[in-house]
């Protein structure tokens, strides 16, 4: 077995961050976005290295970081159906490595995010947002004073 490398190391615990911060919420974290470009940076560093993984592990790391594209590029469309269908596109599948929590975790965030577009939606659908429901209601209050 070979030993990891320090760059191994640091894109595993960055990637794990990553995944955890998705799962949490995308939109509160700013900084979201600028780790996975380094995570990106970084897995290339670690390609171009003669001690570098396995082709298998590479392909899981090169996996995670694209899932975490689609959830950031959906995450950066304005309309909720949009978002629906980048985020139902986004393939949860796709994320093959022999560690069941990245796949777990995956699952977990993959679940999340296509939940709150879909109630993103249904409150677009049914207006159901608070400022307008306070002002259909006050409407519908003096139509009947009428």
Request: with cysteine; hydrophobic share 40%.
């Amino acid at each position: 077995m070979i030993e990891m490398t320090r760059l191994e190391i640091d894109i595993k615990r960055l990637l794990t961050r990553c995944e955890l911060i998705a799962k949490d919420d995308p939109h509160k974290d700013w900084k979201l976005e600028k780790y996975i470009l380094s995570l990106d940076d970084m897995i290339n560093k670690l390609q171009a290295l003669p001690s570098k993984p396995s082709k298998d592990t590479m392909m899981g790391y090169v996996k995670r970081v694209d899932f975490l594209k689609g959830v950031i590029n959906a995450m950066k469309l304005t309309s909720p159906v949009e978002r629906i269908v980048a985020a139902q596109s986004l393939s949860k599948n796709s994320v093959s490595t022999n560690n069941s929590s990245s796949t777990n975790i995956t699952t977990q965030i993959h679940q999340k995010t296509i939940a709150k577009y879909n109630q993103e939606l249904r409150a677009e659908l049914f207006h159901t947002n608070k400022g307008n429901f306070l002002l259909r209601h006050a409407i519908k209050n003096t139509f009947i004073h009428i």
